[in-house]
């Protein structure tokens, strides 16, 4: 099997080589591609354990850096974001998309003309051009899988149900680490404690969309476009354990649910082994283990981010764009300590009610060169918005 991993130096890439790593010895892999960004030293390693074709980084200020690294290899060695599009240009039998952020998003479009399978982490895709993506893979007949566990998990419970039966899907959240935390307290947290989440380990960016819930937020607009859903049939649970991914409940009243241990490479193996299912040799879910499986409504005084992507559900135009652009810089405020942890929904917020946004609600971007040139109004704008 012919393979392509964007974003393999980060925490979904990497877990998705230690599945390699496990999996090797009884299924035949050849990775013809790692991407990355900055951290060239773990490129560099994975890329020579691998035997890679090619090498590319998005930074192209890395690239005499990745050279050296690599003079005596025989791999091609590029950089810049054109490389990365041209990468998926190779064509694969399974690409894993897992850059984080809007960057991930014109090398997903381009995936899915070139490769016959690929599995979707970035989330931002669906969100900034879910029509335009489903309907990429619909014309070039390549297949889109979610990586995303909460999405993984729907998908494995309306495999083979009939579309029009489902009533409603509801996904689960960790809750985060500022989940028991009052509102007041949670004015004052740090990077750090917004990083530390309880459940999944996970790159940085994601973590503290996860404390913030704008993680689940994005995740709702996944889902929309993923399970072709209304607003009103996507609802969210806390749910603490992070057993239970996902749940899908049918017009029967017949709800199902899909659990394992909350360690990526559950999904990730799903998706690389699909349409079959085969053993993985990592940890298996020991239920008695578990005291509890709990639930509790989100708060959405605290989480208002939840509040927000409800709107953008509601809309049938490109509002998602704006809304993950503003998202992006108020994170990069809150990690440089230009704005506290509660503004960067306040940030959002009014990013989306300016008067020349409301034109996405109905008007929706059908390139990827109109979804790029919002993308970059959008994170201008929200640079100069005052807190
Ligand atoms: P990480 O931050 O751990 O890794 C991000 C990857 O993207 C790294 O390889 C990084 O390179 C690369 N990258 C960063 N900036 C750019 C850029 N401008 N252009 C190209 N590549 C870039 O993120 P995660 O692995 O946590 O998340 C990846 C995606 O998967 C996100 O969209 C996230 O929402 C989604 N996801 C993640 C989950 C998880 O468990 N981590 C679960 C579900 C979804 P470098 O490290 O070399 O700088
Ligand atoms: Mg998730």
Redesign the pocket.
């Known amino acids: 099997m012919k393979i392509i991993i ?10 998705t080589l230690s599945l390699i790593r496990i999996l090797k010895n009884t299924q035949k892999f050849e990775i013809l591609a790692l ?6 030293e ?2 560099c390693k994975d890329a020579i354990e691998f035997k890679v074709k090619r090498v590319v ?3 192209k200020n890395c690239i005499f850096q990745l050279k050296e690294k690599l003079s005596s290899y025989n791999v091609e060695i590029y950089a810049g ?1 054109e490389a ?1 599009l041209d990468t998926a240009r190779m064509g694969a039998d399974w690409i894993i ?8 998003v014109p ?1 997903t479009i381009e995936a899915v003309k070139y490769c016959k399978i690929v599995a979707v ?5 669906l969100v900034c051009a879910g029509k335009l993506l489903m309907d990429t893979a619909n014309t070039y007949k390549s297949k889109l899988l979610p ?4 999405h993984n998990a729907i998908f494995q419970c309306v495999n083979s149900e009939n579309p029009k039966t489902i009533k409603k899907v509801i996904l689960t959240a960790s809750g985060g680490p500022f989940r028991n935390f009052t509102l007041s307290e949670m004015s004052n947290v740090t990077v750090a404690q917004a990083m530390n989440h309880p459940t ?8 503290i ?1 996860s404390a913030s819930m704008f ?1 689940k937020a ?1 995740e709702l607009i996944e889902a929309k476009y993923f399970f072709d859903l209304k607003s009103n049939q996507l609802e969210v649970v806390i749910h603490p354990e992070s057993i239970i991914h996902s749940m899908v409940t049918f017009i029967d009243n017949s709800t199902l649910a899909q659990l394992c241990p909350n360690d ?1 490479r559950n ?1 990730i193996a799903h998706t690389l082994n699909y349409p079959e299912r085969k053993k993985i040799p990592i940890k298996d879910l020991d239920l008695t283990s578990l005291k509890n499986l709990s639930f509790e409504e989100v708060d959405e005084k605290k989480f208002p981010s939840i509040n927000l992507a409800r709107i953008i559900l509601k809309t049938k135009g490109s509002l998602g764009v704006v809304f993950n652009a503003a998202k992006e810089i108020a994170l990069d405020r809150f990690i440089s300590n230009d704005i506290k942890f509660l503004d960067m929904s306040n940030l959002v917020e009014k990013v989306l009610q300016l008067p020349e946004m409301s034109e996405y609600e109905c008007t929706l971007l059908y390139s990827i060169d109109e979804i790029i040139s919002l993308n970059n109004r959008v994170r201008q704008i929200s640079q100069q918005i005052r807190i």
Do not use: C, H, Y
Not at 97 to 104: E, Q, R, T
Not at 200 to 207: A, E, T, V
């Open positions: 964007f974003g393999s130096t980060g925490s979904i890439g990497q877990s991407t990355g960004n900055d951290n060239i773990q490129l980084t998005a930074n974001e990365i998309s897992a850059i984080v952020g809007f960057a991930g090398p982490a970035n989330k931002e895709s990586v995303d566990s909460e999944w380990s996970m790159g940085k960016r994601i973590s969309d993680n994005l990526m999904a």
